[in-house]
C-alpha cells in the first residue's frame, strides 16, 4: 500500500508528445498510490452475493473505487484534445491500452522502431571533433530510446560500443586502463570519466605550449 507520507506529483499532462517518457512516468505514478494492478487487468469485480462479511463488502468497494481513481489518474494525465480519444472507455486499461495502441503502435511497429533503433546504435561512431561526454551523450540517447520501447539494454553493452568506436588518440588510455582492470566489469561513468581526465590533460599542454 502506498506510504500516506508520500505524494509524488503527477506526470506532466500528455499532449500527443513524448509518449515514452509519460507512459514510464504515469506508470510509476500509479505504482505509487497501488493502481497499477487496476490498470493492468480488464476484469471488473464480481457483483456481491448474499451472506457476505463487512470485510467482504468493503473489499469489493475498495476494488471499485480504485478503477475510478485509475480511471480519473489517466483522464486528468492527459490534454483535453486527448482526452476526446478516451472519453467512451469504461475501464482504465482500456483507456491505457487505447492511448498505447495510438502513440506507441501496434507491437510489430514497436518492433520495427526498435530494429530501426538498434541499426543506429550500430552504426554510431565517435567524432573527431567531438569529446567523450558528448559522444557518450548521443549513445545514450539512443540506448534511452530503446530502453523506453520495453528492450533491455545491458551497460556492459555499451561500454563494448565506446571502446569498440573511439578514435585512435584514446588507444594509450584504453590500454592503461586494461593494465589496471577489468574492462569488463568497468561502469560507463568510470571509462568516460577516465576518458574525459584524458582529454583534459590534453587540452592543458596543448595551451602550456601555446602560452611558451
Same mark, same amino acid.
Given at each position: 500500500?502506498?506510504?500516506?507520507?508520500?505524494?509524488?506529483?503527477?506526470?506532466? @499532462?500528455?499532449?500527443? *508528445?513524448?509518449?515514452?517518457?509519460?507512459? @514510464?512516468?504515469? !506508470?510509476?505514478?500509479? #505504482?505509487? $498510490?497501488?493502481?497499477?494492478? @487496476?490498470?493492468?487487468?480488464?476484469?471488473?469485480?464480481?457483483?456481491l452475493r448474499g451472506n457476505l462479511t463487512v470485510a467482504q463488502i468493503r473489499q469489493?468497494?475498495?476494488?471499485?473505487? !480504485?478503477?475510478?481513481?485509475?480511471?480519473?489518474?489517466?483522464?486528468?494525465?492527459?490534454?483535453? @484534445?486527448? $482526452?476526446?480519444?478516451?472519453?467512451?472507455? *469504461?475501464?482504465? !486499461?482500456?483507456?491505457?491500452?487505447?492511448?498505447?495502441?495510438?502513440? #506507441?503502435?501496434? *507491437?510489430?511497429?514497436?518492433? #520495427?522502431?526498435?530494429?530501426?533503433?538498434?541499426?543506429?546504435f550500430e552504426n554510431l561512431k565517435m567524432k573527431e571533433e567531438e569529446t567523450v561526454k558528448q559522444y557518450s551523450d548521443r549513445i545514450m540517447a539512443v540506448v534511452n530510446s530503446i530502453r523506453l520501447l520495453g528492450d533491455q539494454f545491458n551497460e556492459a553493452r555499451i561500454v563494448e560500443k565506446v571502446i569498440a568506436t573511439l578514435p585512435k588518440r584514446y588507444e594509450a588510455k584504453i590500454s592503461s586502463l586494461e593494465d589496471s582492470r577489468d574492462l569488463s566489469n568497468i561502469s560507463l561513468t568510470e571509462l568516460i570519466n577516465a576518458l574525459y581526465a584524458q582529454e583534459q590533460r590534453r587540452a592543458s599542454t596543448k595551451d602550456f605550449i601555446i602560452v611558451l
Open positions: 500500500m502506498a506510504s500516506s507520507s508520500f505524494s509524488p506529483a503527477a506526470p506532466q @499532462v500528455f499532449n500527443g *508528445e513524448g509518449y515514452h517518457i509519460w507512459v @514510464v512516468k504515469m !506508470k510509476t505514478y500509479l #505504482q505509487a $498510490f497501488d493502481l497499477w494492478k @487496476v490498470v493492468n487487468s480488464d476484469v471488473e469485480p464480481e457483483p469489493h468497494a475498495d476494488e471499485r473505487t !480504485k478503477r475510478h481513481t485509475a480511471m480519473s489518474c489517466i483522464q486528468n494525465s492527459v490534454s483535453d @484534445v486527448i $482526452f476526446t480519444r478516451i472519453m467512451a472507455c *469504461e475501464l482504465p !486499461k482500456q483507456a491505457w491500452d487505447k492511448l498505447q495502441e495510438e502513440f #506507441q503502435g501496434t *507491437e510489430r511497429t514497436r518492433q #520495427q522502431q526498435l530494429l530501426n533503433l538498434r541499426r543506429d
